[in-house]
């Protein structure tokens, strides 16, 4: 059973950085593109970043330059390094799992981050 845990969020002030976790504790995060969506209030959930099992990354070009995803696949882990963060970049964010071959997907409960200016 995948159960996606994330943590690190909070609140911040514009520039500042925060590091996002998303912990995986089932057993086919080696199998699985990994990503990071965001949903701000009165918006749509949109992806911010994702890596594949082999550690290739594609990110939303709001964030390109300021955010770095990467995983370690020892633990079980997905990050999200935030730089230079803008009130923008308000929003509830989501890790996400798509192990391949399945037509699944799993989210995690979701981690609060607010920067203010």
């Known amino acids: 059973q995948v159960q996606l845990v994330e943590s690190g969020g909070g609140l911040v002030q514009a520039g500042g950085s925060l590091k996002l976790s998303c912990v995986d504790s089932?057993?086919?995060?080696?199998?699985?593109?990994m990503g990071w969506y965001r949903q701000a209030p009165g918006k749509q959930r949109e992806l911010v970043a994702d890596i594949t099992s082999g550690g290739n990354t594609n990110y939303a070009d709001s964030v390109k330059g300021r955010f770095t995803i990467s995983r370690d696949n020892a633990k079980n882990t997905v990050y999200l390094q935030m730089n230079s963060l803008k009130p923008e970049d308000t929003a509830v964010y989501y890790c996400?799992?798509?192990?391949?071959?399945?037509?699944?997907?799993?989210w995690g409960q979701g981690t609060q981050v607010t920067v203010s200016s």
């Open positions: 996400n799992q798509q192990p391949y071959g399945r037509l699944v997907n799993y």
């Open positions: 089932g057993s086919i995060f080696r199998i699985s593109r």
